[in-house]
Structures are given as C-alpha cells and as structure tokens.
C-alpha cells in the first residue's frame, strides 16, 4: 500500500513539472516574440483589443 501512495505522489509530481516546464517555456516564447516585434504606441495594444473590427466583406465607405 506504501507504495502506491509513492506511486501517485511521483505522478502528480512529475506532472507537476511538467506542467511548469511547459508554460516556462511557452513565457520564453512570447517574450522572444515580444522582443523582436517593433514597439507599439503606449495604448497601441489596448486600443488595438477594444476597437470593434468591420465584418467581413465590407470596406467601411458609406
């Protein structure tokens, strides 16, 4: 029964690790990404994220 107990801890363990290697290494991607894109005006992003986009198909001219 020791073991199981044993068992199941170095699983949870392990995914655990796992786990933390992956999102270490996903953060090290999007600041690499980050760092090579030109830099944006201060509130570029925000505005960028809230403004509605057209839908497709229309050219905006009324």
């Known amino acids: 029964m020791k073991a199981l107990y044993w068992?199941?801890?170095l699983t949870v363990l392990a995914a655990l690790l796992a786990f933390a290697l992956g999102a270490g290494w996903l953060a090290e991607q999007?600041?690499?990404a980050e760092r090579d894109?030109?830099?944006e005006p201060p509130l570029g992003r925000c505005a960028r994220r809230t403004t509605p986009t057209?839908?497709?198909g229309t050219?905006?001219?009324?």
Request: proline share 19%; hydrophobic share 40%.
């Open 30 to 32: 999007q600041r690499e």
């Open 54 to 56: 057209a839908p497709a």
């Open 37 to 39: 894109a030109p830099p």
């Open 59 to 62: 050219t905006g001219a009324a």
């Open 7 to 9: 068992r199941i801890y």
